[in-house]
């Protein structure tokens, strides 16, 4: 991220090193969307949608957005105000998270929900430059179904 500073906005540089910072508890957690409350408490969409974009924009993040049904065409069905966001580079949320390659690729119990964030994370980024991605949960609240990835086959 340091890298990146020179260039971006100064009126964005405190709101992007804020969503940044929170990308990893937001994947670790079975977040159904991107949660803004988790960057700051009362945090809205309007405080941080601008950040995310030049995020987006400059390929740091990948952002996916949600179906209401995962059926085709998912464009149709897409809703943009629901999303997740993914780091462009799974090794950019390794070292985030300061883990030891042997936890990780050894069994441990100690990762067992986070594994499944990584195991999203590079599945994310080796479909993210072919296809656009999406994403569908269920949603009444008591389902924990998820769909993590549709895709448009040709």
């Not at 409350?37 to 945090?43: D, E, L, P, V």
């Amino acid at each position: 991220m340091k890298m990146i500073l020179p260039s971006m906005p100064q009126s964005r540089l405190f709101q992007n090193k804020m969503i940044w910072h929170s990308l990893m508890s937001q994947l670790a957690k079975e977040n159904k969307k991107f949660i803004y409350g988790q960057i700051k408490n009362g945090a809205r969409a309007k405080d941080f949608e601008a950040a995310i974009n030049w995020l987006v924009d400059a390929g740091l993040v990948l952002k996916v957005n949600r179906v209401e049904k995962p059926t085709m065409p998912l464009k149709a069905y897409a809703d943009y105000d629901a999303f997740k966001l993914f780091l462009f580079d799974i090794g950019l949320l390794n070292a985030m998270g300061e883990l030891d390659q042997k936890i990780l690729l050894e069994k441990n119990a100690i990762l067992k929900e986070y594994k499944g964030a990584l195991t999203e994370q590079f599945v994310c980024q080796q479909l993210f430059p072919k296809k656009e991605l999406f994403y569908w949960s269920a949603s009444m609240p008591l389902q924990k179904l998820t769909l993590s990835f549709n895709i448009k086959m040709k």
